[in-house]
């Protein structure tokens, strides 16, 4: 057990005091970067990346070497449980990820099963513990699982999906079914999520991707619930401190105080929702991470910095804020930019973190 | 001017009692529907379709043909202004729209006319003329327009987009410059509407496609208060009765309040919002249209049923209430799910609006 030399990620999600706003970036261990380029090219694909703990501990720690970030996340892909499931993932050159055996029939259902983390999916832990020791306590580990639903999407689409017909199908004619698989990934993200926190994660984050393209009775019904049953499974401690756990549903914006009741200890926010109001509905309950347009770090430095004093303005004084994009970072942003944002939320942050009066909030 | 023998469309977004909900379908006229495809073979390209007034009316009535829907939509592209603006659409086969002269400066920006709808755009209101007389009064005949917001993104990048990289650089950056861009569509989508009104277009609709892609700030500054503008400036009146406008943003679920106020009478709901919560929104101010998912349609007859009832029911008894999904049909829906839709809506609709006391909510 290191020294944790700068926990402010942590103290902001769990609304403990901090002297300014911790900053991540979803996606900041990416293309953007000409050095996450390099060793994706040497890595060969993108999962053989993926798959080989000492080079995801590299690009893991790159974006931590040229900005002050606040926490470090691993580098691993949403689908790493699915394809430990058997459904072979791959990826075509310039498309999405693809799966060669997508779930059709009920059959394909009853085959699935529950992964062990250690025996299928040690590169994933093995990179945990890898990034934790090349860490040395620098800031937190964050560990991460896509959400049952968005995973589901991915293995009855057959890959990435722009309208979700077969998933949808299948929810709507087949619910029981759909429950089904469901159910077991649900299991396999809170054993898969229960690994990385004893490998070493310190923080885990739920991707909901997909869950804002559903009716409010389907998200909770095929969403929300079976987040909440991975929140109410997580073991939540570890190395004497608690491991928050981060929920984010993409487009969930309308949803927030349900998500707020799974127990969760922080909502990821996209940039369609003000984090003023967020806060006003749920921030007595829960910390808030976001949630600035990853589109805004087209513009120049100037202007980064007066969108990043109006979501610093919205959240308003003391913790509970972990500032990020809305969305992963794009891979065209130059990463000056990056740089010109974290400076800006460490800076701009202070005053709001000032009264310890406030601070409690 | 020829009687409307079915006006309950009119009568629901102005919440004048009728005696079912009144329901059409976004993209009715499209390519799950074999007699378009023929019509488009026949037409040559997607624009020739929509620049030829007589299969333009080939392809508007066809679903009226098939389906007993109350209202039908004018064929046309939400393109044709910035095409008109000189900016040379074009369609690539399997790509989206594209434009030959996107916006790139701000001399591209000053070039930019006001398009004079009879004059440049005269085979819109020639398609508007023709469906009406072909129409005979079957249903009333819904004109539209893209909102400002929606055709700058196309105008700025050049054709569809996912992440509006180039907009929001313009809106982060130039905000000036966008808002003259917005101006002179605000003025080409006012003059656009108000001569299909004057042509015979019987209530308007305007899509927001992607307002749904901002920041609340920004969604009010860059979209809605032009939408505003453009409700501000129609003539709502023709043939002796109210013009209805219907504005819908897609994503816009967290906004209903404010998209309310600018005097529209009806609101397009996509499907992440729940309609019996959005009536308890805004329903006093305005009426409410849509909103099953799309996907629904892939489901079995059985399942639609279902899923109609259960909007019907969440929204409750009385008008108010157009039927529509949350966004447009997908090609590949069978005709005849479309066809349960209709008879689902039709008949379960009766018994909300049975009661004369509460048909008048």
């Known amino acids: 057990m290191t020294t944790l030399h700068n926990d402010r990620f942590l103290r902001a999600l769990l609304r403990q005091p901090v002297d300014y706003t911790p900053i991540w970036m979803m996606r900041q261990a990416g293309r953007y970067l000409p050095e996450y380029r390099a060793t994706r090219e040497k890595a060969g694909s993108f999962m053989d990346l993926c798959k080989n703990p000492e080079l995801a501990c590299e690009v ?58 250690e025996d299928d999916l040690g590169y994933v832990m093995d990179a945990v513990r890898t990034i934790r020791r090349e860490l040395a306590g620098r800031v937190p580990l964050i560990g991460f699982s896509g959400s049952p639903w968005t995973l589901a999407t991915y293995m009855i689409e057959g890959g990435s999906a ?55 009775l389907a998200y909770r019904e095929f969403s929300l619930d079976y987040m909440g049953r ?52 749920v921030g007595h309950r829960v910390a808030l991470q976001g949630n600035l347009d990853p589109c805004a770090l087209y513009a120049s430095p100037e202007t980064i910095r007066r969108e990043v004093a109006g979501i610093l303005a919205a959240y308003g004084n003391g913790s509970g804020h972990v500032f990020n994009l809305g969305h992963g970072i794009n891979p ?25 009066s406030t601070a409690a909030v």
Chains 1, 2 share one sequence.
């Open 230 to 281: 991975i929140v109410g499974g997580l073991k939540r401690e570890a190395e004497d401190r608690k491991v928050p756990v981060i929920l984010f549903t993409k487009g969930g914006g309308q949803w927030l105080e349900i998500m707020a009741q799974t127990g969760c200890d922080a909502l990821g926010l996209d940039w369609t929702t003000d984090i003023g109001d967020a806060r006003a509905r």
């Open 332 to 356: 065209d942003v130059p990463p000056e930019h990056a740089a010109a944002l974290v400076e800006a939320v460490h800076e701009l942050s202070r005053p709001y973190h000032a009264e310890k």
């Open 162 to 216: 722009k309208v979700f017909a077969r998933s949808k199908a299948m929810m709507y004619d087949q619910p029981a079914l759909l429950h089904q698989v469901l159910g077991k990934l649900a299991d396999a993200v809170t054993a898969y999520l229960n690994a990385q926190i004893a490998a070493g994660a310190q923080a885990v984050m739920i991707f909901d991707t997909w869950g804002g393209a559903l009716h409010p």
């Open 60 to 117: 893991t720690l790159q974006p931590l070497d040229r900005f002050p970030l606040d926490a470090a996340i691993l580098f691993s892909d949403i689908l790493t449980i699915p394809d430990a499931m058997g459904l072979g993932l791959y990826f075509e050159t310039g498309e999405g990820p693809r799966f060669q055996h997508p779930i059709r029939s009920s059959a394909d259902v009853e085959r699935l099963g529950v992964p062990d983390p």
